[in-house]
T-cell receptor, first 114, second 114 residues
Framework: AQSVSQHNHHVILSEAASLELGCNYSYGGTVNLFWYVQYPGQHLQLLLKYFSGDPLVKGIKGFEAEFIKSKFSFNLRKPSVQWSDTAEYFCAVNENTGFQKLVFGTGTRLLVSP | GAGVSQSPSNKVTEKGKDVELRCDPISGHTALYWYRQSLGQGLEFLIYFQGNSAPDKSGLPSDRFSAERTGGSVSTLTIQRTQQEDSAVYLC????????????FGPGTRLTVL
């Protein structure tokens, strides 16, 4: 069965610091990869996704992620965080077939202090 | 409406009672999903509907859980004889077909079983 690991459960950064959140998945086949974000009091929303092509994916709000197939990783990065990036971040994967359920990691809570 | 809507937003019930949670997906989205978000557990897949195909019920935790989708649109998740461990936020999402499409999430229903 697929699984997704997010190694950092809580991250605290100061504004302007760089961010990298780890995500590793276990599945041997072709996958689609997603990062979702949940801001306080808001719905889950998509930050970015990878399904083919350039393994460096750019998303909204200056976020990017790199798919490294050999490492089964899809780490999320942002060069300079803002206070408004305080949120919970979820990595998710699904199989690149007709089977569409998302398997989520347990999430990383990011707190950015001003 | 523009997004996925869910009702009620909060539900408090007594152990042993049945509850129904409702989801209205985005118009035109053929795929509908239910997930559960428990404290410290991340998001757990429950059930998936795609068009007129038989639903994928592989994530339902017990036979107390069931869901239906009427007319290819609105969905209802029913939990019979609720238990305290059913307390969680139940999230509904919808998407267009194909696995790499973004799933749009609703605001969730927070269920508390006393």
């Amino acid at each position: 069965a697929q699984s997704v690991s997010q190694h950092n459960h809580h991250v605290i950064l100061s504004e302007a610091a760089s961010l990298e959140l780890g995500c590793n998945y276990s599945y041997g086949g072709t996958v689609n990869l997603f990062w979702y974000v949940q801001y306080p009091g808001q719905h889950l929303q998509l930050l970015l996704k990878y399904f083919s092509g350039d393994p460096l994916v750019k998303g909204i709000k200056g976020f990017e992620a790199e798919f490294i197939k050999s490492k089964f990783s899809f780490n999320l990065r942002k060069p300079s965080v803002q206070w408004s990036d305080t949120a919970e971040y979820f990595c998710a994967v699904n199989e690149n077939t007709g089977f569409q359920k998302l398997v989520f990691g347990t999430g990383t809570r990011l707190l950015v202090s001003p | 409406g523009a997004g996925v809507s869910q009702s009620p937003s909060n539900k408090v019930t007594e152990k042993g009672k049945d509850v129904e949670l409702r989801c209205d997906p985005i118009s035109g989205h053929t795929a509908l999903y239910w997930y559960r978000q428990s404290l410290g557990q991340g998001l757990e897949f429950l059930i998936y509907f795609q068009g007129n195909s038989a639903p994928d019920k592989s994530g339902l935790p017990s036979d107390r859980f069931s869901a239906e989708r009427t007319g290819g649109s609105v969905s209802t998740l029913t939990i019979q004889r609720t238990q305290q461990e059913d307390s969680a936020v139940y999230l509904c999402a919808s998407s267009l077909a194909l696995s790499y499409n973004e799933q749009f999430f609703g605001p969730g229903t927070r269920l508390t079983v006393l």
